[in-house]
């Protein structure tokens, strides 16, 4: 087999999994979109057939082609997991996931071998080819030996640079990162995300930094004119607990299913508390970090790279630098390694006094994070009795982990009897996690009461980001198996938010809100104000908010929103997007008011994005 031979070899199957890759993964067969992707490949392949002949082209077109193949494979994964387009700032998390192996082996797919089935096929070929041909490695540039085997190769990538060149051209008004990631394709797309979220690290200046508060303060006042601040300062001086949930989805809250509850304790807290069951996601690649960083800052997490790694060496404004200036200490509990998602880096950068994760806890195995979230409360509750002891006010965080995905809980452990439907499905697995989850909340909650913290504390509980996977959960089947509206995009996008606090009845509080209207909602109920600090806050109090806007990225394009009627969607840009009614879950037309809500959101997550970026360096806290 000549080198050439092998070079068209690979364009062919290269070809073929370029169609695979758009319809299994990006469901997509535009001319655009394909002329794109073939063109990326066909320049990558190319350039080693302008600069050598023999060996070295055969090598270095193979390195190429299993490298690509491989892009293609880990994206297929990632897609199917998150529904979202990975930039390369995303993938080079790579090393993190043996630690959600489980969750990986579960998005696994048959159609992903096709992705290398070509290599050993290829292998064998070269094997009986290499007794027709023997060929030294060459490197030369003379004009003879350059030019002529060269001539076609240099075509085809100047060729292909222009059609690239042309791409990324002609998308320049695509606003939609979705959209424009299946019009640029996988490999194209990383040279605007490049270009685009280079994030700035130098310090803004205090005249900047007090420039920005007023126009933050300014946009969110044009939404918000409460006429006065209800349940200000109703729990001062109160402890703060927070618990955040992983993969807790709104509609589990008041289910039932074959004649049992799902979460029977949950719902008895809905009715003893604030209960917000209209908050929204707005997680983006960094997923729970993102969450915690949400909780934290009321600030939007970066839409091109995990906040958490954005985060090594800062200095960020946070929750438990301001609590810590009304005399706090502020403590973090996570079951697993501090390293995973470069908490590490995070937890300092935010300011808590200390973090616990896996060596703190007892490992009972419950699933392969290791302990369960028993040990979990077991541990937290220990601490913050120590805390109280000594007359300490507190800041606590826990992360759970036992409803991760993909949601099988010890058998032991599952309460529920499914009907047969559900059994060994994914939706049967996330209300068997749930239910233990409840149980675990419950036992905890007591704790809280009996150790006499609970009236000493505002313990808030919710959501991280949904749970159940689109692909392994049709909306409609949903729906028909748990007898509820279901929709695939707003009903997976809300979170349940409870806050109990001392001298707070239960109240259903039906006001739209996502994770960056937490920690203003606290602070509200402490009495406590960001005035006069560089802290800057990007959400609402939810509790004196009369209209709300929150953004959405990553898991939507950005400039998605939720206001108080609709989630809305863009498509290449506002004109052809897409409203959803929040009260009926159907379409709805586009209007002027909506238009002005996504120029906001745009704005205002625009202005996040600089304010984040400009964190200070970290010396020592």
């Known amino acids: 087999m000549k080198s050439l031979n092998l070079g068209i070899v690979w364009m062919i199957t290269l070809g073929l999994k370029l169609i695979l890759f758009r319809v299994m993964v990006l469901d997509d067969l535009s001319w655009n979109g394909i002329a794109s992707d073939t063109a990326a490949v066909g320049l990558l392949m190319a350039l080693p057939a302008c600069i050598w002949i023999g060996r070295w082209r055969v090598v270095f077109q193979t390195i190429i082609a299993i490298t690509i193949s491989t892009i293609w494979f880990s994206v297929a994964i990632y897609y199917s997991y998150y529904g979202n387009v990975p930039s390369y700032l995303t993938l080079s998390n790579l090393n993190q996931v043996g630690q959600i192996g489980e969750s990986i ?34 490197w030369t540039f003379s004009k003879e030996s350059f030019w002529r085997p060269r001539r076609a190769a240099l075509i085809t990538a100047t060729i292909c640079l222009l059609v690239v060149v042309m791409s990324l051209l002609g998308s320049r008004s695509i606003e939609n990162s979705h959209a424009l990631a299946k019009r640029l394709g996988v490999l194209t797309y990383q040279f605007v995300v490049g270009k685009t979220e280079t994030v700035n690290s130098a310090d803004l200046t205090q005249d900047e930094l007090n420039d920005l508060q007023q126009q933050v303060r300014a ?18 001086d109160s402890n703060v607990i927070v618990v955040q949930v992983e993969a807790m989805q709104n509609f589990v809250i008041g289910l039932e299913v074959n004649g049992q509850t799902i979460t029977p304790y949950l719902n008895e807290l809905a009715q003893q508390s604030l209960y917000f069951p209209y908050i929204y996601q707005q997680i983006a690649e960094g997923n729970t970090s993102d969450a915690e960083y949400l909780m934290n800052t009321g600030a939007y997490p970066n839409a091109a790279q995990s906040t958490s790694k954005q985060l090594t060496g800062k200095k960020a404004y946070s929750l438990p630098r301001l609590l810590e200036q009304h005399g706090y200490e502020s403590y973090t509990f996570h079951v697993n390694d501090v390293t995973f998602w470069n908490r590490n880096e995070m937890y300092p950068a935010l300011g808590f006094t200390r973090y616990y994760d896996k060596p703190s806890f007892e490992n009972d195995e419950f699933n392969s994070w290791g302990a369960s979230d028993e040990q979990l409360f077991k541990v937290a509750v220990q601490k913050m009795t120590e805390l109280d ?13 036992s409803s991760h995905h993909p949601f099988k809980i010890p058998e032991q452990y599952q309460q529920l009897e499914l009907p047969q439907e559900l059994v060994d499905t994914q939706l049967g697995h996330y209300l068997q996690a749930m239910r233990y989850v409840d149980q675990q909340l419950k036992s905890f909650m007591e704790q809280l009461e009996t150790s006499g913290l609970l009236e000493k504390s505002v313990v808030m509980i919710y959501g991280d980001h949904f749970g159940l996977q689109p692909k392994d959960n049709a909306a409609s089947w949903v729906s028909e198996q748990l007898g509820i509206s279901y929709h695939d995009t707003v009903s997976r996008m809300n979170i349940p938010l409870f806050i109990k606090a ?98 906001y959101i745009m704005e205002i997550m625009s202005l996040s994005d600089l304010y984040t970026s400009h964190y200070p360096e970290r010396t020592t806290d």
């Open 389 to 401: 002891q000594r007359n300490q006010p507190f800041y606590v965080q826990m992360v759970t982990v």
């Open 219 to 236: 946009w969110l006042e044009e939404q918000n004119h409460p006429e006065q601040q209800l349940y200000r300062g109703v729990a001062k």
């Open 502 to 599: 001392p001298g707070i009845e239960g109240e259903r509080i039906e006001q739209v809100g996502g994770q960056i209207d937490m920690m203003p909602t606290v602070l509200n109920l402490l009495g406590i104000t960001e005035q006069g600090t560089e802290l800057v806050m990007f959400g609402s109090d939810l509790l004196n908010t009369i209209t709300n806007i929150v953004g959405v990225r990553y898991y939507l394009p950005t400039g998605s929103f939720f206001n108080d009627e609709v989630l809305f969607v863009p498509g290449q840009s506002f004109k052809d997007g897409q409203a959803i009614s929040l009260e009926t879950l159907q379409s709805v037309k586009l209007t002027a008011d909506m238009e002005k809500d996504y120029h």
């Open 105 to 138: 082996r579960s998005s696994l797919e048959p159609y992903m071998a096709l992705f290398y089935i070509d290599f050993p096929i290829i292998a064998i070929l070269l094997l009986v080819s290499r007794q027709k041909r023997q060929r030294s490695i060459q």
